[in-house]
């Protein structure tokens, strides 16, 4: 990276507006990366108990979250 | 909620579900009602695409190609605020397998949080506009309004601003009528 995009990134970094859309954005990703995740899971025969432990979640919620209607 | 779209509506919103289950997508996103809506040249919809010099097939094609960059509701943007604290977004889709096919589905898929907010929308700008009924022109505007960001960032590519867009559907609506 150039010290010019560098210093760029930086100082977009310090930008509450840019800094918030990343938590938003993370947040996104985040669901996106569980679904993404849960559905290997499930795929691969794990319970709905077994997931919910992984997440620290109760299997319920797990269940509830994730499940394909 | 769809007593009052026309026949002609809901058969879009139709085809956006048969078009995400033919993706194998897990969900209805805005991207599939976009792509249901300028798919049916005779409606209003792609009238008012047209009359702003937008081609639905180029449309679709836009969207086509944008579409592997974007996680439902995440676009470029996000992609740069990601980087800012050091993420870089395509490289995480690309290691959880984001686009390889979204997994074996059963049943039929349910709609995204933005393709509900997007129809909601569409009754609001109906209501706006004094219509009793909604039409292809209004999910337009409801899709327009909802900011999903790869129906956004496509139709904004494509020189279409929700104004120009809400304006345009204003003077249709008034020549068809």
């Known amino acids: 990276m150039t ?33 993404a995740q849960v559905r290997r899971a499930r795929e691969q025969g794990w319970s709905w108990q077994e997931i919910g432990e992984a997440l620290e979640v109760s299997r319920q919620a797990a269940h509830k979250k994730h499940r394909r209607d | 909620m769809f007593e009052r779209f026309t026949k002609r509506s809901r058969r879009a919103v139709e085809q956006a579900v048969y078009i995400a289950a033919e993706a194998r997508a897990s969900h209805v996103r805005p991207e599939h009602l976009l792509v249901a809506l300028v798919s049916d040249k005779d409606s209003l919809a792609v009238r008012v695409l047209a009359d702003l010099g937008a081609s639905p097939d180029r449309l679709r094609e836009a969207l086509e190609q944008r579409r592997g960059r974007y996680v439902d509701g995440l676009g470029d943007e996000d992609a740069e605020a990601l980087a800012t604290i050091g993420i870089d977004l395509q490289e995480v889709l690309r290691r959880i397998g984001h686009g390889s096919g979204e997994g074996r589905r059963h049943g039929r898929p349910r709609f995204s949080r933005g393709s509900k907010k997007a129809l909601e929308l569409s009754l609001r700008e109906a209501i706006a506009l004094r219509h009793n009924y909604i039409g292809t022109e209004h999910i337009l505007l409801g899709l327009v309004r909802g900011g999903d960001p790869l129906v956004h960032d496509t139709l904004r590519a494509a020189g279409l601003t929700p104004a120009a867009l809400r304006a345009a559907v204003a003077d249709a609506v008034r020549q068809a009528g």
């Open chain 1, 3 to 35: 010290t010019e995009s560098n210093l760029a990134t930086a100082a977009s970094a310090a930008d509450p507006k840019v800094g918030l859309r990343a938590v938003r954005a993370l947040r996104r990703l985040l669901e996106e990366l569980e679904r």
